[in-house]
C-alpha cells in the first residue's frame, strides 16, 4: 500500500523517469526554418510537455507552420501583382485559409493555445479577476458634447 498525501518532487520524478523532463530535439529530416519554429514551441512549452506519441504531430505542426508562411507570400504576391488578377488571389486566399485551419487543429491536438489549457471556469474567473483599468471603448467621446444638446 502507497503512501497517502502528495508525492515529492523525488517520487514524481521517479514516477517519470529522468528522460521526461529532457526537451526533444527536433527530426534529422525537418528542414532549418521548421526546425526552428520546432525549437521555438518546444522551449515556449513546460519540459515534460510533450510526450513521445506527441512528436509527430509537433512535427507536423512545424511543417505546416512554414508551408502557411509560403502561402503567405503567395498571397502578398498575388495582391500585388500588375494587373491583379482576381482568380490567382483568391486561389491563394483559399490556400492560405485551409493551410491556417489545418495549423489551429495541430496546435489545440498539442494543447499550445490558452484556449486548450483552461477549463472554461477557470477562464472565466481570470476574465473576473482581471485587473481593472480604462476600457478602450470607456474613452471619452469628442462627439459626446455634440449629440447631448
Known amino acids: 500500500m502507497g503512501r497517502r498525501g502528495p508525492k515529492s518532487a523525488a517520487d514524481a520524478v521517479a514516477l517519470r523517469g529522468p528522460l521526461a523532463a529532457r526537451r526533444p530535439e527536433p527530426p534529422a529530416g525537418l528542414r532549418d526554418e521548421a526546425a526552428e519554429i520546432w525549437r521555438q514551441t518546444v522551449d515556449a512549452l513546460p519540459a515534460d510537455w ?14 505546416q507552420a512554414v508551408a502557411l508562411r509560403r502561402l503567405a507570400m503567395l498571397m502578398e504576391a498575388a495582391e500585388a501583382a500588375e494587373p491583379f ?18 495549423l489551429k487543429t495541430l496546435g489545440t491536438s498539442l494543447r499550445l493555445t490558452p484556449q486548450t489549457r483552461l477549463r472554461a471556469a477557470a477562464a472565466g474567473a481570470r476574465a473576473t479577476n482581471a485587473p481593472g483599468g480604462r476600457r478602450p471603448w470607456d474613452e471619452d467621446d469628442p462627439t459626446a458634447e455634440f449629440f447631448a444638446s
Open 50 to 63: 510533450l510526450e513521445p506519441g506527441a512528436l509527430p504531430v509537433l512535427e507536423s505542426y512545424a511543417r
Open 85 to 102: 488578377d482576381v482568380e490567382e488571389f483568391r486561389d491563394a486566399v483559399k490556400a492560405h485559409s485551409a493551410a491556417a485551419q489545418v
